[in-house]
Structure formats: structure tokens, C-alpha cells
């Protein structure tokens, strides 16, 4: 069964807007990562957040990590067509293999 | 560094045929992983190797999969005998596991049609 589930599924935004989506998992962790990946392609690797983190910013990516909570968000500030994408958490535990959510499919308008 | 490279990129076969897809992984990582993705089930780990050993291949749907990592630089998944409920995307990803980091390089995928 998947670790993660992404919320929401589906995301339609203009472009300059915020996008926000979340991360829910049920497991102890050690880290959780985004991926992204655009149509036809394997998925690239965005950002990792460790266990004891809370936040981690990478350009205008900002993740949050509630251990407390079991739950992650991914917030794209200033979008671009560019972003569009399916985007996907990914938790880590001590076994060494990530399992995927089901990821959430943005679509950013210009 | 090329990243990982996956071969074929497309394959169409028949129900019935063996179907072999192979994967070279990022010089210097350990880890390698196979999934498969389909709009249905998502992305679904299949197996993945450590240092070249099968560590879990639960995922792996029935005894017709089968993978191997012969060396450090290469992997094949195969499907003998295939049926059309295997035609998914297939992907091979890598990592360096080590104790802070198992970020995974995904490859470009193989489409695979069974008809």
C-alpha cells in the first residue's frame, strides 16, 4: 500500500499564483523527498527533508515536515508553465527504498 | 555524467513473447531500483539491488518477472512469458545510499505495449 498520499490530486493555477500541495504518511521516517515529473519522463528528484528538520527552502520551493502530524507540504511560490508537472512525495525509512504517494498533477496556466 | 540510461525507450511485443529491459545505473552509485508506473496502481517499486544483491523484491507480481545485476554498472528486468496487463512504463532509478542521503536518479523510462 502507498506511504504517502498527495492532496489535492489535481491543481489548475495561473501563472504567478502560489501552489500548494501536501503530503500524508503513516510510518516513521527518516527523511522525505519531492520529485517532480513532467509528462513522458522519469521523475527528478527536487528536495529532501530530513526527520528532525521542520522547513528547508530551495529557490522557490518551500517544504514543511510535521512528524507530529505525519505530514509534508510542497509550496511552489511565483509558478511558471514551466512548472507543470505530477508531483510526488516520497517517504524513507531504514530499509533504504522510498515508497511514492500517488502524486498530485499541477497545471499552471499562463 | 550521462545519468541513468535505460534500453529500449519503446517496445511493442505480443502476449506470449519474452521481454527483457535493461538499465545502466550512475557510475559510482550502489543502489539500484526498478518500478513500474501505470495510471491505475501509480508507481510501484518492483525490486531494488544493493551492491549489486537483491535486497527486496516483494514487489515483484509473479514468478513470470525476474531481475538481475550481474555488475555494478548493469541491470535487466525481464518478463517471460508477457501479457497485455503488463503494459506499463517501466523505470530504473540509482542511488548512493549512505547514511544521510538516498536521493534516487530515475532513467527515462521504457514504455512497454503488450498486445
Known amino acids: 500500500s502507498q506511504q504517502g498520499e498527495e492532496d489535492p490530486q489535481a491543481l489548475s493555477i495561473q501563472e504567478g499564483e502560489n501552489a500548494t500541495m501536501n503530503c500524508s504518511y503513516k510510518?516513521?521516517?527518516?527523511?522525505l523527498q519531492w520529485y517532480r515529473q513532467n509528462s513522458g519522463r522519469g521523475l527528478v528528484h527536487l528536495i529532501l527533508?530530513?526527520?528532525?528538520?521542520r522547513e528547508k527552502h530551495s529557490g522557490r520551493l518551500r517544504v514543511t515536515l510535521d512528524t507530529s502530524k505525519k505530514s509534508s507540504s510542497l509550496l511552489i511560490t511565483a509558478s511558471r508553465a514551466a512548472d507543470t508537472a505530477s508531483y510526488f512525495c516520497?517517504?524513507?525509512?531504514?530499509?533504504?527504498?522510498?515508497?511514492f504517494g500517488q502524486g498530485t498533477e499541477l497545471s499552471v496556466k499562463p | 555524467d550521462a545519468g541513468v540510461i535505460q534500453s529500449p525507450r519503446h517496445e511493442v511485443t505480443e502476449m506470449g513473447q519474452e521481454v527483457t529491459l535493461r538499465c545502466k545505473p550512475i557510475?559510482?552509485?550502489?543502489?539500484l531500483f526498478w518500478y513500474r508506473q501505470t495510471m491505475m496502481r501509480g508507481l510501484e517499486l518492483l525490486i531494488y539491488?544493493?551492491?549489486?544483491?537483491?535486497?527486496?523484491d516483494s514487489g515483484m507480481p509473479e514468478d513470470r518477472f525476474s531481475a538481475k545485476m550481474p555488475n555494478a554498472s548493469f541491470s535487466t528486468l525481464k518478463i517471460q512469458p508477457s501479457e497485455p496487463r503488463d503494459s506499463a512504463v517501466y523505470f530504473c532509478?540509482?542511488?548512493?545510499?549512505?547514511?544521510?542521503?538516498?536521493?534516487?536518479?530515475f532513467g527515462p523510462g521504457t514504455r512497454l505495449t503488450v498486445l
Open positions: 527533508i530530513r526527520s528532525n528538520e
Open positions: 510510518t516513521s521516517i527518516n527523511n
Open positions: 557510475s559510482g552509485h550502489n543502489s
Open positions: 516520497a517517504t524513507s525509512n531504514q530499509g533504504g527504498k522510498l515508497i
Open positions: 532509478a540509482s542511488s548512493f545510499r549512505g547514511p544521510s542521503t538516498d536521493t534516487q536518479y
Open positions: 539491488f544493493n551492491n549489486n544483491v537483491p535486497i527486496d
